[in-house]
């Protein structure tokens, strides 16, 4: 089982779901968390998303558009 890609892919989920209750909570308020963390939350936790899933996928990875 591929522990890695799968910890990536909940890694992702988790910082997504962090920066969503962020902002709705109001905690990006002036004073509390300021917005270029939320950003870097939610870009970190996307990234990590993708190359989690692209580590899952179980095609060949030296033939690029191999359709």
Do not use: K, Y
């Not at 522990?3 to 909570?25: E, K, N, P, S, W």
Request: aromatic share 6%; net charge positive; hydrophobic share 60%.
């Amino acid at each position: 089982m591929p522990r890695f890609a799968l910890l990536l892919v909940g890694l992702g989920l988790i910082a997504i779901l962090a920066t969503v209750v962020l902002v709705l909570g109001d905690a990006t308020l002036p004073g509390r968390v300021p917005l270029m963390a939320a950003a870097w939350l939610a870009g970190l936790g996307g990234l990590s998303l993708v190359v989690g899933l692209w580590l899952l996928e179980p095609t060949a990875r030296g033939q690029p558009f191999s359709g």
